[in-house]
């Protein structure tokens, strides 16, 4: 037990000198208030320098030690063996501290640096040059060289770990241990990877053979798809929704939230859907949105049990009151009013999100094999500027309104899928399936389950028919109009069918696989 106590009382280490240079200095006051209560010598520059010397405190120029003043425009000013050395110096050493002690070199035990705001300077919409000027060099460099050395440097690389800071002083007076030195510097490391990488990816535009990606934020989830594999989301949820009502949101809760955002933005008309395992089994588009939530409803009430519901309008009370009847998981809406909320908000567990008006990527990447696989998202939406009428007969103005709702719904659908819609309202669709042939029988099956006639009703393939058996299928159930990409050696063969059956075929040209 004595000889553990030893130990990590060796492991300790003093702070004499300190050296600060930030450009956040929000909460930097009481630190340097403290460290000057403590009797650390306090090294800076610049802009921090004036502000360490604003509280009062006596501070020692960088450009003292190393000799030379800030030149460059600011651009070089601690990049320099005094400095560095300083940081790097290996305390246990007998000639680290010979060399510092030839060369006139003070041990910093304690480095707080942060870096120029890169990311929000390009988020900014700033000019190049402005870009440029917030990448940093001495920063990151200060930042990487106490990390490196956590046996005896303690860095403190961003402004949120200043608290912290303060804290250890408050708790330990100028002493820092092994395990403090060693997450602080896994922090910094954090800092210094995702700053590259952001610079990295502003430059790369051209798509150079290099994947990288890097999020800060994390959450760990109860588990992942099954409870058997652990789960943590990337990403800042917050930003993106403001929950309301319910539990911790799933793996399989978010990737339903996923594709439901996703779907819901293919619509301005008010619109109401119900997914369950990442597809719609229930989408509808009416001028009410009590209507349009019946209509999604009717689509599959059997699957929508336990669902993840969205709407791209405010819920009123007469909305809720019949979506309370249903059990779901997640109802998203970018509004509600009061007293539907708080209906809503009767059952305790069921999760209520105001979605946030937020970007989203305009890639996606997922793993695959030993690598990953990225590509742009699918944001072309089927429009009837883009069809080309293949067969004889033309579709109707109502034909072509539901051509364009049931391609929006395929394309947000598991491959291979078919989508049966008539009204601006989905009546079925056969999802993931291995053949178009089993994925149309699926649907024609699920329409007849629900009760819907699919005569005058239209069709959409996410990709192109290789024989006519599909649409022969799709006239013998009903179907009078069909709205496909094309692009197989034999789509005459579907053609020829439709006009000998009086069917109309639009042709898009765009394929939507969803795998």
Not at 126 to 132: H, L, N, R
Not at 191 to 220: C, L, M, Q, W
Not at 485 to 498: A, E, F, R, T, V
């Amino acid at each position: 037990m004595q000889e553990e106590l030893k130990r990590e009382m060796s492991d300790n280490r003093t702070i004499k000198n300190a050296l600060i240079s930030v450009f956040h200095k929000d909460g930097l006051a009481p630190i340097v208030k403290k460290l000057n209560e403590l009797g650390v010598n306090i090294y800076s520059t610049g802009g921090t320098q004036s502000f360490i010397e604003e509280q009062g405190i006596a501070v020692n120029r960088v450009e003292d030690l190393t000799t030379y003043p800030s030149i460059l425009g600011g651009r070089v000013k601690t990049l320099h063996p005094n400095v560095f050395g300083g940081i790097l110096s290996r305390r246990e050493l007998a000639s680290d501290k010979e060399q510092l002690e030839q060369y006139n070199i003070p041990e910093f035990d304690l480095v707080i640096v942060d870096l120029y705001p890169f990311e929000k300077t390009v988020a900014s919409g700033a000019g190049e040059q402005d870009i440029i000027e917030k990448i940093d060099i001495g920063g990151i460099s200060l930042i990487r060289a106490a990390a490196k050395n956590f046996k005896d440097v303690l860095i403190v690389s961003e402004m949120s770990q200043y608290a912290e800071t303060l804290a250890i002083l408050t708790a330990n007076g100028a002493s820092t241990t092994m395990e403090e030195r060693r997450n602080f510097a896994k922090t910094a490391f954090n800092v210094s990877s995702h700053y590259d990488t952001a610079i990295f990816n502003y430059f790369n535009t051209d798509n150079s053979p290099a994947f990288k990606a890097s999020i800060r934020e994390g959450k760990t989830l109860r588990y992942g798809e099954n409870p058997h594999q652990s789960g943590i989301f990337y990403g800042n949820l917050d930003a993106m929704f403001t929950k309301l009502n319910g539990k911790e949101l799933s793996y399989n809760n978010l990737l339903d939230v996923d594709a439901a955002v996703h779907l819901i933005a293919e619509f301005n008309e008010t619109t109401f859907v119900v997914l369950k395992h990442n597809n719609a089994c229930g989408l509808a588009s009416r001028p009410n949105l009590l209507d349009a939530w019946t209509a999604a409803l009717a689509g599959d009430p059997t699957s929508a049990f336990g669902g993840v519901l969205i709407t791209n309008k405010e819920v009123d009370l007469a909305t809720a009151e019949e979506i309370n009847k249903l059990f779901y998981e997640v109802l998203i809406a970018p509004s509600f009013a009061s007293d539907g909320l708080e209906l809503l908000k009767s059952k305790k567990n069921r999760v209520l999100l105001q979605q946030n008006e937020v970007a989203l990527p305009k890639s996606q990447f997922r793993t695959a094999l030993n690598g990953v696989l990225h590509q742009d998202k699918d944001l072309k939406s089927d429009a009837i500027t883009d069809m080309v009428t293949a067969t004889e007969l033309a579709p109707t103005q109502e034909q072509l309104t539901d051509l364009v709702f049931a391609s929006k719904v395929c394309k947000h659908t598991k491959s291979n899928t078919i989508v049966f819609a008539k009204g601006k309202q989905l009546f079925a669709s056969g999802v993931g399936q291995t053949s178009r042939v089993d994925a149309l029988k699926q649907a024609v099956d699920k329409a007849k389950n629900f009760g819907f006639d699919l005569n005058g009703a239209v069709m959409a393939s996410d990709a192109f028919f290789p024989f006519p058996d599909c649409v022969e299928l799709a006239n013998n159930a009903g179907i009078k109009a069909v709205i496909q990409p094309g692009g197989s050696i034999k789509d005459q063969l579907s053609i020829d069918y439709c006009d000998a059956n009086n069917m109309a075929m639009v042709l898009t040209g765009t394929r939507h696989f969803k795998h």
